[in-house]
Nanobody
C-alpha cells in the first residue's frame, strides 16, 4: 500500500519561506514522478510543481516560477517543495502525489496516490 506523508506546513508572514516535505512508502519511489498540488478554501485543486523520477526534469505552474522549487532525494524517498517570498494568496492545503509515469505532468488525473495534505497559511 502506497502512503504519502506531508509535513512542514504552518503559519508564516508574507515574504517568509517554508519547506514542505513528503515521504513516500509502499512503492519504488525512484521510478515515478512526483507532484505538489494545492487547494485553497472554496477553490479547485491546482497544480504547483512536478519532478521527474530522476529529478532531472521539473515543471511549475507559471505563476509560481521563481518562487517555488521542487526537489527530491530518492535515497530518502522524499520530495520537497521550497517556497520563498510567500504571499497571502499562497494560503492553501498542499498535497503531494505520486504519478503513474516517470515524467512530470500538471494533470492531476495522471497521479494515482495522494497524501493527506499540510496546511500553509500566509498572513499579511
Amino acid at each position: 500500500q502506497v502512503q504519502l506523508a506531508e509535513s512542514g506546513g504552518g503559519l508564516v508572514q508574507a515574504g517568509g519561506s517554508l519547506r514542505l516535505s513528503c515521504v513516500a512508502s509502499g512503492r519504488t519511489f525512484s521510478k515515478y514522478a512526483m507532484g505538489w498540488f494545492r487547494q485553497a478554501p472554496g477553490k479547485e485543486r491546482d497544480f504547483v510543481a512536478a519532478i521527474s523520477w530522476s529529478g532531472g526534469s521539473t515543471d511549475y505552474a507559471d505563476s509560481l516560477k521563481g518562487r517555488f522549487t521542487i526537489s527530491r532525494d530518492n535515497a530518502k524517498n522524499t520530495v520537497y517543495l521550497q517556497m520563498n517570498s510567500l504571499k497571502p494568496e499562497d494560503t492553501a492545503v498542499y498535497y503531494c502525489a505520486t504519478s503513474r509515469s516517470w515524467s512530470p505532468t500538471q494533470y492531476s488525473e495522471e497521479y494515482d496516490y495522494w497524501g493527506q495534505g499540510t496546511q500553509v497559511t500566509v498572513s499579511s
